[in-house]
C-alpha cells in the first residue's frame, strides 16, 4: 500500500509582513519557513493547520483560506508526500518567547525572498499571494536524489 | 498505519448544464453523481480527475478548478477517506455510447437537485458553484453507522 504522508503550512500576514521561522541548521532544512507540520488522524487538514500554527508560533488562527497542494511521488518508496497551504490574516495571541522550530520573525512579504530558504519553499512562497489556487507535481527520483518532472497547475 | 483513501470528482459543465451519470442500483450507491473515482499512483489528484472523466464520459477535460476537499475520519477502522472535487467548462470529444458507470445525462444546474441522489453527493452539489473552496470533515462512528461530528469550512 502506498505510504501516503500529509501536512500542512500555514502563512500568517499582518499588512504588509508575513509570520516566518528561522529554522537552525541541527533541525535539518534549515532557513526560513512558514509554521507547519504533519496532520495528525483524525484531524481535519484545517485543524491540523491550526494546530501547528499554535505550537510553533504561539498564535491562535482562524478564516484560513486554502492556497494548494504541494506533493511529490516516489515511486521507488511508494510513497506520496503531500502539503496542503494555507493563509490567513487572521490571528489571536502573543508570540512564543521560547518557540519549538526555530526563531519567529515577522518579515516584509516583498523582501521574504531575499532570506535564506530551502528552494521548495522559495518556489511555494510566491503561490501564497497569487488568486486562486495551486497544485504542484513533483515526480522525485529517489535513485538518481532528482525531481524528474514538475508541475504547476494553477486554478 | 491509518489507511487513506483518495478520490477525486468533478463536474463539467456546459452553460446552464452540468453533466452527471445516473448510477444504477446493481453498482451500489445509485443516483445521479459526478464523474470521478480512485487517484491511481503515482498521478497527480487533477492527472486522476481528468483520467476519470475521459473513463467514465469519454470527455477530454482541461482547465479544471478546485473547488474543494469532502473527507470523512473513521477511527473504528483507522481509516481517512478523501474526495478531492473540480469543476471545469473546457472540454473535447464525445460522449461515451456505452458508459461503464450509468447513463450520462445533461442537466439544468439549478434543477439537478430534484433528481434522485445520494445525501452526501446532494449536500456537496452545491458547494461546486459557490466561489472559492470548501473543506468538509465528517467523523464517522462505524459502530452506530452515523456521523458524529460534520463541519464545513468555506474559504
Same mark, same amino acid.
Given at each position: 500500500? *502506498?505510504?501516503?504522508?500529509?501536512?500542512?503550512?500555514?502563512?500568517?500576514?499582518?499588512?504588509?509582513?508575513?509570520?516566518?521561522?528561522?529554522?537552525?541548521?541541527?533541525?535539518?532544512?534549515?532557513?526560513?519557513?512558514?509554521?507547519?507540520?504533519?496532520?495528525?488522524?483524525?484531524?481535519?487538514? *484545517? !485543524?491540523?493547520?491550526?494546530?501547528?500554527?499554535?505550537?510553533?508560533?504561539?498564535?491562535?488562527?482562524?478564516?484560513?483560506?486554502?492556497?494548494?497542494?504541494?506533493?511529490?511521488?516516489?515511486?521507488?518508496?511508494?510513497?506520496?508526500?503531500?502539503?496542503?497551504?494555507?493563509?490567513?490574516?487572521?490571528?489571536?495571541?502573543?508570540?512564543?518567547?521560547?518557540?519549538?522550530?526555530? !526563531?519567529?520573525?515577522?518579515?516584509?512579504?516583498?523582501?521574504?525572498?531575499?532570506?535564506?530558504?530551502?528552494?521548495?519553499?522559495?518556489?511555494?512562497?510566491?503561490?501564497?499571494?497569487?488568486?486562486? *489556487?495551486?497544485?504542484?507535481?513533483?515526480?522525485?527520483?529517489?535513485?538518481?536524489?532528482?525531481?524528474?518532472? !514538475?508541475?504547476?497547475?494553477?486554478?
Amino acid at each position: 500500500m *502506498t505510504k501516503i504522508s500529509m501536512y500542512t503550512m500555514c502563512l500568517v500576514v499582518d499588512g504588509e509582513n508575513v509570520l516566518l521561522i528561522n529554522r537552525p541548521s541541527e533541525k535539518g532544512f534549515p532557513g526560513y519557513i512558514g509554521p507547519g507540520g504533519k496532520v495528525d488522524f483524525p484531524e481535519s487538514l *484545517t !485543524e491540523g493547520a491550526i494546530r501547528e500554527v499554535r505550537e510553533e508560533t504561539g498564535l491562535e488562527v482562524s478564516d484560513l483560506v486554502y492556497k494548494g497542494l504541494d506533493e511529490y511521488v516516489d515511486e521507488i518508496n511508494d510513497e506520496r508526500y503531500m502539503v496542503f497551504n494555507y493563509i490567513t490574516n487572521t490571528f489571536k495571541g502573543d508570540l512564543l518567547k521560547a518557540p519549538p522550530e526555530g !526563531e519567529l520573525k515577522w518579515v516584509t512579504i516583498t523582501e521574504a525572498l531575499k532570506l535564506p530558504m530551502q528552494n521548495w519553499f522559495k518556489e511555494r512562497f510566491p503561490l501564497f499571494f497569487e488568486a486562486g *489556487t495551486f497544485e504542484k507535481h513533483v515526480v522525485w527520483d529517489d535513485k538518481e536524489k532528482q525531481a524528474v518532472k !514538475e508541475v504547476i497547475t494553477k486554478h
